[in-house]
């Protein structure tokens, strides 16, 4: 699977325990029922931090291609250039 399919995949896994998460059964209100739905919201917010620090890395490495690239070819101007 590529880079982006794994983002998609864990950012619907997130919205999924987020949907899950907060709604414990009402009937019974029992601190099992609490602790599940804290770790499904734990468990979704871990998911999207996972995400938003991939898509960070994602960011800074495409403007580190962007500037070399961009500084390469002021080098190859000038070169052509004669000066």
Same mark, same amino acid.
Request: proline share 2%; hydrophobic share 45%; charged share 15%.
């Given at each position: @699977?590529?880079?982006?399919?794994?983002?998609?995949?864990?950012?619907? +896994? $997130?919205? %999924? /325990? !987020? *949907?899950?998460?907060?709604?414990?059964?009402?009937?019974?209100?029992? @601190?099992?029922?609490?602790?599940?739905?804290?770790?499904?919201?734990? +468990? $979704?917010? %871990? /998911? !999207? *931090?996972?995400?938003?620090?991939?898509?960070?890395?994602?960011?800074?490495?495409?403007?580190?291609?962007?500037?070399?690239?961009?500084?390469?070819?002021?080098?190859?101007?000038?070169?052509?250039?004669?000066?």
């Amino acid at each position: @699977m590529t880079r982006r399919r794994w983002m998609a995949f864990f950012f619907a +896994l $997130g919205s %999924a /325990c !987020f *949907l899950v998460g907060p709604f414990p059964e009402a009937t019974t209100g029992s @601190m099992l029922d609490l602790a599940a739905a804290n770790w499904n919201t734990s +468990l $979704g917010a %871990a /998911c !999207f *931090l996972a995400c938003a620090v991939d898509t960070l890395q994602m960011d800074k490495a495409s403007r580190c291609r962007c500037v070399a690239s961009s500084a390469s070819s002021r080098t190859s101007s000038t070169e052509i250039s004669g000066a």
